[in-house]
T-cell receptor, first 115, second 110 residues
Framework: DTAVSQTPKYLVTQMGNDKSIKCEQNLGHDTMYWYKQDSKKFLKIMFSYNNKELIINETVPNRFSPKSPDKAHLNLHINSLELGDSAVYFC??????????????FGNGTRLTVT | GNSVTQMEGPVTLSEEAFLTINCTYTATGYPSLFWYVQYPGEGLQLLLKATKADDKGSNKGFEATYRKETTSFHLEKGSVQVSDSAVYFCALNTGNQFYFGTGTSLTVIP
């Protein structure tokens, strides 16, 4: 059983298009996250939701909009895609917002390529 | 503010060599510390963790000790294998957010 699953694994699209990435976790965790990893492997937090409530909203273009229909799902919608959006996007989850004893569990990533 | 600094890579070692990847942190309060490993084409996986000063996390032959006096959490392994080739991330959590280092790429050659 995959704990954190995200789809699609690969996404190739043209500039200006709108695309979505879906994420689901079956760990019963309360908190879910979106991270962006660039070509140098640097990880940047984008958003975090706790029980469907947005708790972290880093400086991200408003073309990126997360949606959490329930605490097991966190989707990422991106409007008007740009070349600089090309990256690997990781979904993650953790138990609660206080993570001292609750590590992050990551999905396998979605590699987005904008041409 | 909170931050993690880890040694830059890439690191290339021969099989059975000793590995150290340095990690230091800056944090308010009492963070938990983690090492994550990312194999090619995969997401990050928790390798080990430590939640308070002097704790030692260990897993798969890797170890790291939470040193509050030096604000460090260096990763060590006595004898690396080719299968350890991956990117290693040091991270801290203060209860509100995770902070990751920039990652250190390790390649182990036979």
């Amino acid at each position: 059983d995959t704990a954190v699953s995200q789809t699609p694994k690969y996404l190739v699209t043209q500039m200006g298009n709108d695309k979505s990435i879906k994420c689901e976790q079956n760990l019963g965790h309360d908190t879910m996250y979106w991270y962006k990893q660039d070509s140098k492997k640097f990880l940047k937090i984008m958003f975090s939701y706790n029980n469907k409530e947005l708790i972290i909203n880093e400086t991200v273009p408003n073309r990126f909009s997360p949606k959490s229909p329930d605490k097991a799902h966190l989707n990422l919608h991106i409007n008007s895609l740009e070349l600089g959006d090309s990256a690997v996007y990781f979904c993650a989850s953790s138990r609660g917002t206080r993570g001292e004893n609750s590590p992050l569990h990551f999905g396998n990533g979605t590699r987005l390529t904008v041409t | 503010g909170n931050s993690v600094t880890q040694m830059e890579g890439p690191v290339t070692l021969s099989e059975e060599a000793f590995l150290t990847i340095n990690c230091t942190y800056t944090a308010t309060g009492y963070p938990s510390l983690f090492w994550y490993v990312q194999y090619p084409g995969e997401g990050l996986q928790l390798l080990l963790k430590a939640t308070k000063a002097d704790d030692k996390g260990s897993n798969k032959g890797f170890e790291a000790t939470y040193r509050k006096e030096t604000t460090s959490f260096h990763l060590e392994k006595g004898s690396v294998q080719v299968s350890d080739s991956a990117v290693y991330f040091c991270a801290l959590n203060t209860g509100n957010q995770f902070y990751f280092g920039t990652g250190t790429s390790l390649t182990v050659i036979p």
